[in-house]
């Protein structure tokens, strides 16, 4: 009587998992709809549905979007107080869903927030050191916290949900999308404020234009001296220079090669 019990509680909870999970998505998209943003790169995973913004949107729709489906889950949570039975189990996943994705880890909701800041402050590298280490802590944490969960409570959701995270590739991949964005938007950006600081490095001939891309902060324009093994500067390019080799050769290819006849 006791497993049949526990094997009822286990299928509310996972039903009311996935009933919160797809009340979470059904926010995002509302509000995707009503701030006018693409989405893209829809994916199912054990945290929810996956889904990148198509395009260079402003801070504040951004931040709406992504915020979205916390908001719902918590309003949704919040008509469920004082409910029994399934509608309980589905105002604790409401809350639990909603304060799971607040959390300053990619891809969660917290994550793409606290990366969208973080680049605007800090530039792509220190984001993506930054953004490295507190996923490995919030990670570890999250593994502790559900295996708690599952002894006492016999709810695996947490644990789950920890263990089909994404990895730092997927983090990566993203911070390389938000510097390419970043650099296509960028003429933009500088006729709108006539003023714009510069940055100006060296780079050996030999690195490949992905090494370059990867050096380029958020909000500055960039020079790049071009260097040969004696430390003399062959040559000088731009941003600009570099977007157009791309767009002809691709990341693998080297400095040098931009200034072959």
């Known amino acids: 009587m006791y497993e049949a019990f526990r094997r009822i509680a286990l299928i509310n909870i996972i039903l009311a998992c996935i009933s919160a999970i797809l009340i979470h998505e059904g ?5 995707s709809r009503l701030f006018g943003v693409a989405l893209y790169a829809v994916k199912p995973s054990i945290v929810g549905i996956r889904a990148q913004l198509k395009g260079s949107y402003s801070f504040r729709k951004q931040m709406a979007v992504y ?11 919040a008509l469920l107080i004082n409910t029994k039975g399934f509608l309980h189990n589905l105002c604790e996943a409401n809350a639990a869903i909603g304060l799971f994705n ?17 680049y605007k402050l800090l ?3 220190r984001t993506l050191r930054a953004a490295k280490r507190l996923s490995a802590i919030i990670k570890i944490c999250l ?7 599952v002894v006492f409570y016999v709810n695996p959701s947490l644990l789950a949900a920890a263990l089909f995270l994404p ?9 390389g999308i938000m510097r390419l964005e970043n650099l296509l938007n960028r003429k933009q950006r500088i006729k709108k404020k006539k003023l714009y600081p510069v940055k100006i490095f060296a780079a050996m001939g ?19 001296y071009v260097l040969n093994e004696d430390m003399e500067i062959i040559g000088r390019i731009t941003e600009q220079d570099v977007i157009n080799a791309i767009q002809n050769f691709n990341y693998a290819n080297k400095l040098y090669d931009m200034f072959r006849d």
Do not use: W
């Open 143 to 149: 593994l502790i916290a559900g295996v708690l969960q």
């Open 123 to 125: 530039g792509g590298r």
């Open 27 to 31: 926010f995002h998209i509302i509000a």
């Open 167 to 175: 990895g730092e590739k997927l983090l990566e991949e993203t911070i």
């Open 206 to 224: 030999d690195c490949s234009l992905l090494e370059v891309v990867q050096r380029l902060d958020y909000d500055c324009f960039h020079i790049i």
């Open 67 to 77: 915020m979205a489906g916390p908001i719902g889950n918590f309003l949704t949570a």
């Open 102 to 118: 607040l959390l300053p880890l990619y891809p969660l909701d917290g994550g793409q927030i606290f990366i969208i800041i973080s």
